[in-house]
């Protein structure tokens, strides 16, 4: 079955640091998202994209946050200089449509920790 | 503004019983999806369901049915026979495309 891949599973950084996040997406999906959930809080939405731009992003996802499509596989977010509240989990998501009756398959996860 | 409740922070129950995890949204779009997904302790979030909002029946996936009613906003998941594999926590989520969560349940299936 077909899945979603992120890399590190687990990053351990210092505060201020820049971190990249890196995912594979299901290879025909075409839209993207990351989401993060903070321990033990609920998954929240970051950002979606398509057509090699952001289609949406939320009030979290400020300055400090980009994403980008670097080539045909790879998706990453990218924290600029990281804070000790950047510290989750974050999600990568694919999906072959952005209605709301597509299915977003999600990958495993990386943790970040900022010290 | 679209959100979801989840009141349940915790839940248990013996294995091969049965347990319903409430979950309450709010949206002024006729148009949308609501699904669970499940976090297991390995963190993947894995879909257990989906229900179309513009179908009254209630979608049911093997061990795991929903309860939708669409006037009160209530979308619960009720898994009939647990299993020690259902232990988890759930998430409900709404979608436009991308997807509102709510606060989660854990569940713990008691052997």
């Known amino acids: 079955e077909p899945e979603v891949t992120q890399t590190p599973s687990h990053q351990v950084t210092q505060m201020g640091q820049e971190v990249i996040l890196r995912c594979v997406p299901i290879?025909?999906?075409?839209?993207f998202y990351w989401y993060r959930q903070i321990l033990g809080q609920k998954v929240e939405f970051l950002v979606s994209f398509y057509n090699n731009e952001i289609s949406e992003k939320s009030e979290i996802f400020d300055d400090q946050f980009s994403v980008e499509r670097p080539d045909g596989s790879n998706f990453t977010l990218k924290i600029r200089s990281t804070k000790l509240e950047d510290s989750a989990m974050y999600f990568c998501?694919?999906?072959?449509?952005?209605?709301?009756?597509?299915?977003?398959?999600f990958g495993a996860g990386s943790r970040l920790t900022v010290l | 503004a679209q959100t979801v409740t989840q009141s349940q922070p915790e839940m248990s129950v013996q294995e091969a019983e049965t347990v319903t995890l409430s979950c309450t949204y709010d949206t002024s779009e006729n148009n949308y999806y609501l699904f669970w997904y499940k976090q297991p302790p390995s963190r993947q979030m894995i879909l257990v369901i989906r229900q179309e909002a513009y179908k009254q029946q209630n979608a049911t996936e093997n061990r795991f049915s929903v309860n939708f009613q669409k006037a009160a906003k209530s979308f619960s998941l009720k898994i009939s026979d647990s299993q020690l594999g259902d232990t988890a926590m759930y998430f409900c989520a709404l979608s436009f495309g991308k997807l509102i969560f709510g606060q989660g349940t854990t569940l713990q299936v008691k052997p």
């Open positions: 290879s025909n999906h075409l839209y």
């Open positions: 998501a694919s999906s072959e449509w952005s209605t709301g009756a597509n299915v977003l398959t």
